[in-house]
């Protein structure tokens, strides 16, 4: 909340604005009641927006902080497939936003929830849409991630992304998910660092 700065008070015996104002104390009561209001409204200016979204949320994504680096290939668009997602909790929560988290050349172009099913999450690759095995026996059961609901029946989702890069050497931090459950605003942020450049091979140093 916004602080009120309060004005610096004068120790004056008995009351002073009457005598201040020429006796007229209607239109200090107007006055200190105008002044009243307009702290008031400030108040509820800096006060009254809506919580920010919580980061406990039901919503299972991430793991052990890791990293995770990909050859660039011929083209610029890549395929970020690596994370899985789950609804732990009994209500079906929505997806509100997908963004990347500190992102370097690399632009998000849209996000997909993709089924696991006993099958492992799709990769990451260097080529959009992805032609790995994994991918394209669920590809065409696709929907897109924002406006989505995952329910604790659908078991792990696989959170597949379409990334751009703009320079030989790209990357992000984290990937953002931003969800409703019920009126309630969450946010969870996967733990994988992701590198995209010309050579994922550490050069020697001598």
Known sequence: MVPVRQGRSHDRSGPVWANDCGGNMNAVRRI??????????????????????????????????????????????LTYGFDAIRNSGPVPLEVQTVSLVQPHDLRLVEAFLLPIEGRPAIGATAVWPPTNAD??????????????????????????????????????EAVRVRYRVGNREFVGRTSTRFRVKPSCIPSDRH
């Open 135 to 172: 991918a394209v026996a669920v590809w065409g059961r696709r929907a897109k991630a924002v406006g989505a609901q995952i329910s604790k029946a659908d078991g792990n989702v696989n959170l597949a992304l379409h990334l751009a890069a703009t320079s030989d050497e790209a990357s992000f």
């Open 32 to 77: 200190a009641l105008t002044l009243v209001a307009g702290l008031l409204t400030l108040a509820c200016v800096a006060g009254c927006s809506g919580p920010a979204p919580a980061a406990n949320g039901p919503l299972e994504i991430g793991g052990d902080p890791g990293r995770l680096c990909i050859p660039l290939g011929k083209g610029r668009d």
